[in-house]
């Protein structure tokens, strides 16, 4: 599996909304996948998840405001964000985790992320 560079980020006014794209070499199905970001300075903190039956879990700042989703044809993960903030801004990176039948033999695969800077 590879992820490749995360799409559609880009400098935006608060309120403003954007959707970020990333698209994996092989096949989605059958693996959850999420969208991280990184501020400078910041540890890297996970935005959005959703399960391999399209099932989302958000962090608390952008719950109502970010959907993620995907398309499974064209293995794909989205994210649709809404009623940005300045606090949004940061490198937006995609994952895809592959799940083991003995959890430490777990696989997460990264994409190259797509800046988001919103202003005030």
């Known amino acids: 599996l590879m992820l490749a560079a995360g799409v559609g980020g880009g400098l935006v006014q608060a309120g403003a909304s954007l959707r970020l794209s990333c698209a994996v070499s092989g096949s989605i199905r059958g693996h959850d996948m999420g969208w991280y970001r990184q501020a400078p300075g910041k540890e890297r903190e996970m935005v959005a998840r959703i399960t391999s039956f399209g099932s989302g879990s958000y962090a608390d700042s952008v719950k109502g405001r970010f959907t993620i989703s995907r398309e499974n044809a064209k293995n794909e993960v989205y994210l649709q964000m809404n009623n940005l903030r300045p606090e949004d801004t940061a490198l937006y990176t995609c994952?895809?985790?592959?799940?083991?039948?003995?959890?430490?033999?777990?696989?997460?695969?990264w994409g190259k992320g797509t800046q988001v800077t919103v202003s005030s």
């Open positions: 994952n895809l985790h592959r799940a083991a039948l003995s959890s430490k033999y777990d696989r997460d695969y």
